[in-house]
């Protein structure tokens, strides 16, 4: 049966979109109708749109639009015109996250159970939009749920708080020495020999721990990890020139933990051994300083981007070497990681150096450290040859402060832990950058970072949940809400876009592709807005989705990836280039599959020549390059504007009727090159977005003839090209 446009008279504003994915229930209003109704007439002749699609040579292919689920579900006259027109709908708004997840978590799925209702009642199929998109997102329940956990403790209790560690198993011995006397390290212990006695026990000392943060009256506690060749004692101070305090401490040929209490009485005070009197060897591994204070909700927060060196933000990590600046230090490739995983940082020194600090290695923190501030430091290092590291205080990379910071590692050629704890100084206050002089031995070497933690102790009543335990927590929500969705769906709805606009137009990181949407790379406005997943799940996110899917979905789900501008000109197609390789990465594990690629192509006609060709040319490279991956390839939200050729948008009463054909044909061209390019078995479907022109309040391109029936429901020219491009 022909349909004449007094016939195709129903109520289809509520089809227009309030944003790319979001739908807007609008009031229907008049508009004039065309001056000339005979240059209109020829649309009388085309039946409804469906019809022109051949099912012999197109099996899988499906006609859809979008529709407000709501209005669908009433089963009026919008429900009859678009099973009539159409083979699937895709509801605008009503199957996202926000829609049906309340504030507290609980999930109403009542509109949706009635639209799956509606539809299979004439098997009308639905694309199912979206599972996970970082828009349109309940951030009240999702923030909640990953936010500061409340804790409770004891306000009588006491810890043990560390001021210094020296450990010999990792670092040298730097301190001070006084008389005849060389301590050295051997084997990870401090070696100390006096071969005959002295007149007086302070002939011979030296410092074995510096720069220790005291306060004057305060109380310490000096642990010695000791042994001798024989029993005896030596004196133990803490203090500075000026003023010490000191004890006997007593120890025996075998190795035990000796400790003894004493006052601050300086503001930096350095333990000081004084052996004179001892006749033998006495061995230390370590000696540790520490204070007791009431007991706190404490957490140690970790200040290093990318620690584990698994990532390719190098923000935190800077190297240099003599006169140049600091600059970005460079990732090592895969397997140069710790104990031959993963990743590292590696900095080479250079020949003949001047200065130790000729070449310096820089971890840099977003915090400025102040005097009296507890701070823990870890990292794995190595290098290609045998070497000692000095360690220095800046602010910014070469913005020097103080000598000492986190003490000398001495680094071998295997991977080995460095540790280090205490509390900044007043001579390492205003610090926010660690620096490693390389260049101590004077010669060439290479080293090799990895697995690094500059941490600051932080305390409240509340503390964060770790990154692992976000990304449990929001794994459970995600897989909580598919599950909750297929069970509503009840395995009617087999097509979905499991992730939506996952890829960003920004490549950061500099590898060639762009990086995943991130609250770091996109506009304020909308990281405020918008809740990423993927900065907590990391890129693993869609295959968590996936996952997840295809585990509470019905048998032979098909799982697209949909996103914007992958038709774009500005940048050759990148965007596309991009997803294509995201999607070769998720699915290298060899588990993951992604069934298709959906592209919104949100375009508009351009009243420049030049440009429209453009925009032509990249509409086929996108299909060239979609058909190449050999997955199914869907049009989902395919909508036209105008624009004039000053590249202003043209409002729809202002659209002429040569326009109107040029749009036309703009429609038959896209959909020409889609059934001329796809190959038959990958065409999965087109959808039109907006079938109606969008009203002048509407939030998704506002006053645009968008349509191919205008706001009183008369077909327009380009629903004449968008059907000739379908019966092609």
């Known amino acids: 049966m022909k349909h004449t446009n007094n016939f195709i008279r129903v109520i289809l504003c509520l089809l227009v979109i309030t944003s790319s994915c979001v739908d807007d229930t609008t009031q229907l209003f008049n508009v ?4 000339s109704i005979a240059l209109y007439e020829y649309l009388d002749n085309y039946d409804a749109l469906k019809t022109y699609i051949d099912r012999d040579a197109n099996p899988v292919f499906k006609l859809g639009a979008g529709v407000s689920a709501d209005e669908y579900a009433k089963l009026g006259a919008l429900y009859r015109f678009m099973n009539s027109n159409f083979d699937q709908v895709t509801a605008g708004n009503a199957m996202k996250y926000a829609s049906v997840v309340r504030d507290d978590g609980s999930m109403d799925f009542s509109k949706v159970i009635q639209f799956v209702a509606a539809a299979q009642a004439a098997n009308t199929s639905i694309y199912g939009h979206t599972l996970v998109w970082h828009a349109q997102q309940n951030l009240k329940f ?29 670092e040298g011995f730097t301190g001070w020495v006084g008389g005849p006397v060389n301590p050295e390290v051997q084997d990870g212990v401090l070696m100390v020999t006096n071969t005959e006695a002295q007149p007086n026990f302070w002939d ?40 010490q305090q000191s ?85 090592g490739a895969a397997g140069t990681g710790a104990d031959g995983i993963g990743r590292s940082i590696v900095v080479q020194s250079g020949d003949n150096p001047v200065n130790p600090w000729d070449t310096q290695f820089f971890v840099k923190v977003p915090y400025v450290f102040q005097a009296g501030d507890p701070y823990r430091f870890s990292m794995k290092v190595r290098a ?81 949940l770790t990154p692992e335990e976000k990304a449990d927590t929001l794994t459970w929500a995600m897989d909580n809400w598919i599950a909750g969705m297929m ?28 990086d995943l949407h991130s609250v770091n790379n996109v506009p304020e406005a909308e990281a405020v807005n918008d809740f990423y997943w993927q900065d ?43 997803l294509i390789k995201w999607i070769e990465r998720w699915e290298s594990d060899g588990i993951t599959v992604i069934d298709g690629i959906g592209t919104q192509m949100h375009i508009s006609y351009f009243m420049n020549p030049a440009i429209q060709e453009s925009k032509e040319a990249h509409i086929v490279k996108m299909f060239e390059l979609m058909a190449e991956t050999g997955k199914l390839i869907k049009v989902t939200e395919l909508d036209m504007g105008l624009v004039d050729e000053n590249g202003n948008t043209v409002k729809t009463a202002d659209v002429t009727f040569e326009q109107h054909l040029l749009m036309a044909d703009f429609y038959k061209f896209v959909i020409e090159k889609y059934f001329e390019i796809i190959p038959a078995n990958q065409r999965y479907g087109i959808t039109h977005w907006s079938p109606t022109d969008s009203p002048k309040e509407s939030g998704w391109r506002a006053d645009e003839p968008i349509g191919l029936w205008n706001l009183s429901n008369y077909r327009k020219p380009t629903y004449g090209g968008f059907a000739d491009g379908l019966k092609k």
């Open 384 to 464: 290609d040859k045998p070497a000692l590291i000095e360690s220095q205080a800046h602010g910014d990379p070469g913005g020097y402060i103080h000598w000492a910071m986190v003490g000398s590692p001495n680094v071998t050629t295997e991977w080995q832990e460095y540790t280090n704890s205490g509390t900044i100084n007043p001579d390492q206050g205003g610090m926010s950058t660690i620096a490693f002089n390389l260049s101590v031995f004077g010669e060439a070497n290479t080293y090799y970072f990895d697995d690094i933690y500059f941490e600051i102790e932080e305390s409240g009543n509340k503390i964060p």
């Open 487 to 514: 069970e509503a769906c009840d395995g009617y709805v087999t097509d979905w876009d499991v992730v939506n606009e996952a890829i960003s137009g920004v490549d950061g990181d500099g590898d060639g592709i762009y």
């Open 32 to 35: 004039e109708k065309p001056e």
């Open 247 to 331: 004890v006997k401490v007593l120890f025996t040929s075998e190795w035990q933990e000796v400790s003894a209490e004493l006052n601050g009485v300086a503001e930096n005070s350095f333990v000081m051994l004084q052996s004179g009197d001892y006749v033998g060897t006495y061995e230390i591994k370590w000696v540790k300083v520490t204070h007791t204070e009431s007991a706190s909700v404490s957490w140690w927060n970790n200040l290093v981007s990318n620690s584990d060196v698994e990532g390719n933000d190098l923000s935190s990590f800077f190297a240099t070497e003599r006169t140049d600046g600091p600059k970005e230090a460079s990732l």
């Open 142 to 170: 999702l923030n909640g749920i990953i936010a500061d956990r409340e804790i409770e403790f004891d306000p009588d209790a006491t810890v043990e708080v560390v001021d210094r560690i020296k450990d010999y198993s990792v």
């Open 536 to 578: 907590y799940l990391g890129e693993d996110f869609v295959r968590v989705a996936i996952e997840s899917a295809r585990r509470h979905g019905p048998a032979g789900i098909k799982l697209f990836v949909n996103d914007y501008n992958l038709e774009s000109d500005w940048d050759n197609n990148h965007k596309l280039k991009s």
């Open 204 to 243: 011979i000392q030296f410092h074995v721990a510096g720069d220790i943060p005291t306060k004057i009256g305060s109380k310490h506690k000096v642990t010695l990890l000791i042994k001798g060749s024989t029993a005896g004692q030596i004196n133990m101070a803490l203090g500075d020139w000026g003023n």
